[in-house]
């Protein structure tokens, strides 16, 4: 299975102490960067979770570079490539795209970006995902940015943007979030094993929402410096706020 086109010391606490530089996964023989040198932070979220906002204002406030996986193919297609032609090709006739393509791509942006601090979204989308990064990288995300949110409000936000569509674009919005729940969710909760994932109250105003994003990635000892209060994980990471379908 594969991708759909649509290190400091780590806390258990929802801090992060950057010592060196990082990737990020809204997750490498051909870096140029050093594998232990790079940062890596994986976004993840359902469909309406404002990881998209979430993730420019990061981006914005913490110079790290936005890789997403179905943007990626997306442009190799358009480039008229050998590879480009062969993805295309396999949309087209309803085949996933292996996971060593979306993982060759994600490594040479990495490689191009002249960054060391990466947010990854659109990937991994499951388990398999998941294991061949990896496998493959030898790297492993500094932790998982969780955009937790209530599928009645997720639905509420896209329905909005989406105002004019059919009536039934409810049925395909549901049917992602399942997708989302029975694939997606259980490389959170690998991750949440691990003390990985920081879990963020996406239902919230977007101002609200990037005060605790930027509890997460301001250096714990800068926050000390000027008396901010050092967020928790408040619980688990579970299916309690998707409805089962």
């Not at 309803?94 to 947010?119: C, R, W, Y």
């Not at 989308?125 to 492993?140: D, G, H, L, M, P």
């Not at 955009?147 to 009645?152: I, V």
């Not at 619980?235 to 998707?242: C, M, N, Q, T």
Request: proline residues 4%; neutral net charge; contains cysteine.
């Amino acid at each position: 299975m594969g991708t759909v086109v649509e290190t400091p010391v780590k806390e258990a606490d929802a801090t992060v102490t950057v010592k060196k530089p990082t990737v990020v996964f809204v997750l490498g023989k051909h870096f140029v960067l050093a594998l232990s040198s790079v940062f890596v932070v994986i976004l993840s979220g359902g469909p309406g979770s404002g990881k998209g906002t979430q993730c420019a204002n990061i981006v914005e406030h913490f110079g790290y570079t936005h890789l997403s996986a179905g943007d990626l193919l997306r442009a190799e297609i358009k480039s008229g490539s050998e590879n480009g032609t062969m993805i295309q090709n396999m949309i087209k006739e309803g085949k996933i795209v292996p996971s060593e393509v979306t993982i060759k791509l994600l490594q040479k942006a990495m490689e191009e970006s002249g960054n060391d601090k990466f947010l990854i979204d659109g990937f991994p989308r499951n388990e398999e995902n998941r294991a061949a990064f990896e496998a493959v990288t030898k790297i492993e995300p500094e932790f998982v940015l969780f955009f937790d949110c209530s599928e009645e409000e997720m639905e509420r936000r896209i329905l909005n943007r989406n105002q004019g569509r059919e009536d039934d674009n409810v049925e395909t919005i549901r049917k992602r979030f399942k997708v989302f729940l029975e694939s997606s969710l259980p490389v959170v909760q690998y991750y949440e094993a691990k003390g990985k994932v920081r879990k963020i109250d996406a239902a919230k105003p977007v101002a609200e929402v990037f005060d605790a994003v930027k509890a997460v990635f301001t250096p714990k000892d800068e926050k000390a410096a000027k008396g901010d209060f050092i967020y928790g994980i408040a619980e688990p990471v579970s299916s309690r706020i998707y409805r089962q379908l």
